[in-house]
């Protein structure tokens, strides 16, 4: 059964890079049907897509936050990151990462399994 | 970016009652849309994809329907479980984006 999990600091300084790790065991990350993804949740609030990859490492990012954002993938690790710069704390959320389903089409589809999340606190 | 609204934004109903979650795209969407169930401190579930194929595992009380704009998540005999926040969640266009949620409580 595949599963997800994040890992990373907890704490990021303002102005810092927030830099997260999501290890998919149970599974290949290299599967040809799906993407894998970040999202974000501020507390008490919505659900916010921060971007996807695909195993061979094509990327989709958020406009929103496009110019702020790096995500990578290491199929030999099984992991893909989340980087994101100059963090403030509007960027003060749990962190989702998630595998979406790919469509026939090759674009993405429905986020299938969740990791269960990790919170981030941008503070001095 | 495609915005995703979502009415109402709280629900108070009964155990048994129906209960009826609308989501408008502001564009046609065509039927790529999801619905996602979430439980306070806990990851969202996929409950509903392409506007009305219910994932495995769901309940059957659970349905999805619409295509273009205008998209509509029924519990058909809400059950203790339900007591939750429900998403949903457009995928036609490379940007993805949720609706803003809709909290279901006891009435």
């Known amino acids: 059964q595949l599963q997800l999990q994040e890992s990373g600091p907890g704490l990021v300084k303002p102005s810092e890079t927030l830099s997260l790790t999501c290890t998919v065991s149970?599974?290949?990350?290299?599967?040809?049907?799906?993407?894998w993804g970040w999202i974000r949740q501020p507390p008490g609030k919505g659900l916010e897509w921060i971007g996807s990859i695909y195993y061979s490492g094509s990327t989709y990012y958020n406009p929103s936050l496009k110019s702020r954002v790096t995500i990578s993938v290491d199929t030999s690790k099984n992991q893909f990151s989340l980087k994101l710069s100059s963090v403030t704390a509007a960027d003060t959320a749990v962190y989702y990462c998630?595998?979406?389903?790919?469509?026939?089409?090759?674009?993405?589809?429905?986020?299938?399994?969740w990791g269960q999340g990790t919170m981030v606190t941008v503070s001095s | 970016d495609i915005q995703m609204t979502q009415s109402p934004s709280t629900l108070s109903a009964s155990v048994g009652d129906r209960v009826t979650i609308t989501c408008r795209a502001s564009q046609s969407i065509s039927s790529w849309l999801a619905w996602y169930q979430q439980k306070p401190g806990k990851a969202p579930k996929l409950l509903i994809y392409k506007a009305s194929s219910l994932e495995s595992g769901v309940p059957s009380r659970f349905s999805g329907s619409g295509s273009g704009t205008e998209f509509t998540l029924t519990i058909s005999s809400l059950q203790p479980d339900d007591f939750a926040t429900y998403y949903c969640q457009q995928y036609n266009s490379y940007a993805v984006t949720f609706g803003q949620g809709t909290k279901v409580e006891i009435k």
């Open positions: 149970g599974g290949s990350i290299s599967s040809s049907s799906y993407y």
């Open positions: 998630a595998r979406l389903r790919r469509r026939y089409s090759g674009s993405q589809g429905a986020f299938d399994i």
